[in-house]
């Protein structure tokens, strides 16, 4: 399915109570995580997990605040990461993926309300850090789901709301330190071949933001790309002027699609939805879709420190400033082009999710190739850039799945 066909779907899983029959028979991706996986027979109920709606709450509030797509990557691996840990702090819950007689899911009806409550205190803490001027209402959705169960607010919820403000609260602390606003005092190369600035660069300083897996932004820094006007540079600027020259109408809307502009989720906020509708397609429950959530944003965040690490190490070109009669879908974002960030930021999500849903490897193979594309067909990247990108999001996603337990 391409994401033109996939744009019309992906999001529309809204029921709060999903029926699964244990009849069905689908992989589970993460252990004892599944309805089917947690059913002791018969027929389930699958509550929606919290963390879905709180997630659907930071897209909102990125879109709304016009954040950049780097600024909401740190949002998304924020408060997926907080999220999960709050979950994992809820102690006195089964572990055996079974279905207690007394209640929805391992530990029952108290495990459930701590659990929500860890990760509304969890994202009402980082969120409201995030977005202070979004704290009252924060705040009143927290009282709203403490107050959705009958009776008065289970004293679980209140437990567990305490767990997640200081999961939160830690959070925060981390946030403060990870170098993200460290000011920019370098200056713009010049010369052949090198990026030409519009003004001040962004994401000058990303490279040295604090990742939650690498060890470093330069970790897994590419090769360098093709020396400009060399025989290999020449042919991929050359096919750039081609998809310009003849773009296609398909092409140009493949083009606007997965821009995600300002204003918007942005691209990171694309694979965060593609998370939460692969979560509830597959009946995770709370402390198994926070933990998705938590690998695949932070997975996110730590390939575009590694890309804009080496985009600010080689500063190249982009192909419209070495070939001006190039056109463009939109306007060439202010950093140099190699590797491509979509692509860092596509591959390093999809090789999560594919790890955690292999049933859905292909097409989230589909959708980082046509990401990749889209910024060909914008007039913007060389192909180097999306295969250089690509492998680099790649390497990102397979090493946090190997140190996982570095956000535990």
């Not at 906020?269 to 709370?286: F, N, Q, R, T």
Request: hydrophobic content about 40%.
């Amino acid at each position: 399915m391409s994401c033109i066909s996939h744009c019309r779907s992906i999001g529309l899983m809204a029921a709060a109570v999903v029926t699964v029959s244990c009849a069905e028979s689908s992989t589970s991706p993460l252990k004892s995580g599944t309805a089917a996986a947690r059913a002791s027979g018969g027929v389930s109920d699958f509550v929606m997990p919290a963390s879905i709606g709180w997630q659907e709450q930071a897209r909102t509030l990125v879109g709304a605040n016009n954040l950049s797509p780097l600024a909401a990557a740190r949002v998304y691996a924020a408060v997926s990461v907080a999220q999960y840990r709050a979950v994992s702090a809820i102690d006195g819950s089964d572990t055996d993926g079974l279905l207690p007689e007394n209640g929805v899911g391992p530990g029952g009806r108290s495990a459930l309300e701590a659990q929500r409550g860890a990760v509304a205190g969890a994202s009402a803490q980082v969120l409201s850090f995030f977005f202070p001027a979004a704290a009252t209402s924060l705040e009143q959705r927290v009282e709203t789901e403490g107050n959705a169960t009958p009776g008065n607010v289970h004293p679980q919820f209140t437990r567990g709301l305490a767990t997640g403000r200081g999961a939160g609260a830690d959070m925060v602390g981390r946030l403060r330190a990870d170098h993200f606003t460290a000011p920019w005092t370098g200056t713009v190369p010049v010369g052949p071949g090198l990026w030409i600035a519009n003004g001040p660069p962004a994401g000058a300083t990303f490279g040295g933001v604090t990742p939650y897996f690498l060890t470093s932004g330069n970790q897994f820094r590419p090769a360098p790309p093709p020396a400009f006007g060399s025989p290999a540079y020449v042919t991929d600027l050359n096919e750039i002027r081609a998809l310009s020259d003849g773009r296609t109408p398909t092409q140009r809307t493949i083009a606007l699609y997965w821009n995600f502009p300002t204003g918007t989720f942005t691209p990171p906020g694309y694979w965060d939805l593609v998370a939460s509708d692969y979560i509830v397609a597959h009946a995770l429950d709370e402390h198994a879709a926070t933990h998705a959530f938590a690998l695949t944003t932070a997975a996110q965040m730590d390939a575009l420190i590694g890309c804009f690490d080496a985009k600010y190490y080689y500063w190249m070109i982009r192909p419209p400033q070495a070939d001006p009669l190039i056109t463009l879908t939109f306007p060439v974002p202010n950093h140099p082009s190699y590797p491509s960030a979509h692509s860092c930021a596509s591959a390093a999500a999809a090789t999560v999710l594919g790890s955690l849903f292999p049933d859905r490897t292909t097409e989230l193979n589909g959708w980082v190739a046509e990401a990749g594309l889209s910024r060909m067909y914008a007039g913007i990247h060389y192909r180097f850039d999306i295969t250089a990108g690509r492998d680099l999001g790649v390497a990102v996603g397979r090493w946090a799945l190997a140190h996982a337990n570095l956000i535990d």
